[in-house]
């Protein structure tokens, strides 16, 4: 039986680091991310926990000491946003081409400039393809349940890369909702302990780490790198059941909500799928058969998986609370429109761009796309396939 609590988004990812225990955490404060190591390091000054916490002097500086204590042996995490991930940016690929399972949470927030400290995903987007495995979360519990799986995920033989965990900042992290916590010797017996095969400090077996990588080698070393992300498709899954049998929840590369017989449907990945769920079960009971695929897992992209699931709609709208300024649509339009080709689904599909910033997305708003997509399955006509919600002017 868990535990029934009331946190908010932060307060549940600390506590998922205390039951964790790892054995160090360096961190530098950025809003909205900054009382994750905030409280924690309050467990680590009253003893819940024995971890090396790092007070480093910069967000670059944080991922560095995490990288240097994955490698000696040691089970390392931290947490940032926007700008601070962007201030790690060299150390976030040398991280992944390293094969060091760091988990990171990351607590969405837009980056710069101009300066805005609220929630939309432009810093998670600009390290989509940077080698790390990439979780979303609706809410707090899904932020809280997926860094309990984060490190069974990260640490597989199979695996070997890093994982960043992200939620909305302010929207969940600073959020208070109910929350079902994981009993802590069930955490700690779930995450297991870290025993990696090749690290520094073993004086059985000399080696060194991060050498110059040049045409010989590099082309080699990323092919294993992609290859790592390809299986962490079946390890994400097999985690997911172990966790859903000591749980109950259940958890896949992506939610289907009232999807199975729907005829219009948005495809969307954290807060807003809450948002969105109200709205379809409003539209259902209007007659209105729409659905939503709430993406849970954006790296490694379920490709095929996508594609099977939408390919009895009629439509798609497909949200991107972050601009590529690539005249082409959002990063989960693009991947999502390139599954639905490479496997043969054909069916109508626009985009939206929308939250930059922080701007709220309303139901009305969600709302309107749907009524959108009723008339793009009618006519199967779109005029514009990159569209804007909430925009003035």
Same mark, same amino acid.
């Given at each position: 039986?868990?535990?029934?609590?009331? /946190?908010?988004?932060?307060?549940?990812?600390?506590?998922?680091?205390?039951? %964790?225990?790892?054995?160090?955490?360096?961190?530098?404060?950025?809003?909205? #991310?900054?009382?994750?190591?905030?409280?924690?390091?309050?467990?680590?000054?009253?003893?819940?926990?024995?971890?090396?916490?790092?007070?480093?002097?910069?967000?670059?500086?944080?991922?560095?000491? +995490?990288? =240097?204590?994955?490698?000696?042996?040691?089970?390392?995490? !931290?947490? !940032?946003?926007?700008? =601070?991930?962007?201030?790690?940016?060299?150390?976030?690929?040398?991280?992944?081409?390293?094969? /060091?399972?760091?988990?990171?949470?990351?607590?969405?927030?837009?980056? #710069?400039?101009?300066?805005?400290?609220?929630?939309? $995903?432009?810093?998670?987007?600009? @390290?989509?393809?940077?080698?790390?495995?990439?979780?979303?979360?609706?809410?707090?519990?899904?932020?809280?349940?997926?860094?309990?799986?984060?490190?069974?995920?990260?640490?597989?033989?199979?695996?070997?890369?890093?994982?960043?965990? +992200?939620?909305?900042?302010?929207? !969940?992290? $600073?959020?208070?909702?109910?929350?079902?916590?994981?009993?802590?010797?069930? @955490? &700690?017996?779930?995450? =297991?302990?870290? +025993?990696?095969?090749?690290?520094? /400090?073993?004086? &059985?077996?000399?080696?060194?780490?991060?050498?110059?990588?040049?045409? #010989?080698?590099?082309?080699? $070393?990323?092919?294993?790198?992609?290859?790592?992300?390809?299986?962490?498709?079946?390890?994400? /899954?097999?985690?997911?059941?172990?966790?859903?049998?000591?749980?109950?929840?259940?958890?896949?590369?992506?939610?289907?909500?009232?999807?199975?017989?729907?005829?219009?449907?948005?495809?969307?990945?954290?807060?807003?799928?809450?948002?969105?769920?109200?709205?379809?079960?409003?539209?259902? &009971?209007? =007659?209105? &058969?729409?659905?939503?695929?709430?993406?849970?897992?954006?790296?490694?992209?379920?490709?095929?998986? %996508?594609?099977?699931?939408?390919? +009895?709609?009629?439509?798609?709208?497909?949200?991107?609370?972050?601009?590529?300024?690539?005249?082409?649509?959002?990063?989960?339009?693009?991947?999502? !429109?390139?599954?639905?080709?490479?496997?043969?689904?054909?069916?109508?599909?626009?985009?939206?761009?929308?939250? %930059?910033?922080?701007?709220?997305?309303?139901?009305?708003?969600?709302?309107?796309?749907?009524?959108?997509?009723?008339?793009?399955?009618?006519?199967?006509?779109?005029?514009?396939?990159?569209?804007?919600?909430?925009?003035?002017?």
């Amino acid at each position: 039986m868990g535990i029934r609590e009331r /946190l908010s988004g932060n307060e549940a990812a600390s506590i998922a680091m205390k039951q %964790i225990n790892p054995d160090v955490v360096a961190a530098f404060p950025i809003t909205p #991310s900054t009382e994750i190591p905030q409280y924690f390091s309050t467990f680590v000054n009253n003893g819940s926990v024995d971890t090396e916490f790092v007070a480093v002097e910069s967000e670059h500086s944080a991922m560095s000491a +995490c990288i =240097g204590a994955e490698a000696a042996g040691a089970r390392a995490m !931290t947490a !940032t946003s926007a700008n =601070g991930l962007s201030y790690m940016w060299e150390m976030i690929y040398i991280a992944s081409s390293m094969r /060091l399972p760091i988990v990171m949470s990351l607590v969405n927030r837009a980056v #710069s400039g101009p300066l805005n400290i609220h929630n939309d $995903h432009s810093d998670a987007m600009g @390290v989509r393809d940077a080698g790390w495995i990439m979780l979303f979360s609706e809410n707090n519990q899904e932020a809280y349940d997926n860094l309990i799986m984060a490190h069974r995920i990260a640490e597989h033989k199979d695996v070997l890369l890093p994982l960043m965990v +992200c939620q909305d900042g302010f929207i !969940t992290s $600073h959020s208070i909702e109910n929350i079902e916590l994981v009993e802590d010797d069930k @955490v &700690k017996n779930f995450v =297991g302990k870290y +025993c990696p095969e090749h690290y520094l /400090l073993n004086d &059985k077996e000399p080696i060194s780490m991060g050498p110059l990588d040049v045409q #010989s080698y590099l082309f080699e $070393h990323k092919r294993q790198q992609a290859e790592a992300m390809i299986n962490s498709k079946k390890v994400i /899954l097999e985690v997911a059941k172990d966790f859903e049998k000591m749980t109950g929840r259940k958890y896949s590369f992506f939610e289907e909500y009232k999807l199975d017989d729907a005829e219009i449907a948005i495809v969307c990945m954290n807060s807003t799928a809450g948002t969105t769920k109200y709205v379809v079960d409003a539209l259902r &009971k209007q =007659g209105v &058969k729409a659905g939503l695929l709430k993406v849970r897992v954006f790296r490694p992209f379920p490709a095929s998986d %996508i594609a099977k699931a939408l390919s +009895c709609v009629k439509a798609v709208a497909i949200l991107d609370k972050a601009d590529s300024l690539n005249a082409a649509g959002g990063a989960l339009f693009t991947d999502v !429109t390139s599954a639905m080709h490479i496997n043969n689904v054909n069916i109508p599909a626009v985009n939206y761009i929308y939250g %930059i910033g922080g701007r709220d997305t309303k139901a009305d708003d969600i709302e309107s796309v749907y009524h959108d997509l009723e008339e793009i399955a009618k006519t199967g006509n779109i005029t514009n396939p990159y569209r804007y919600m909430g925009l003035r002017g």
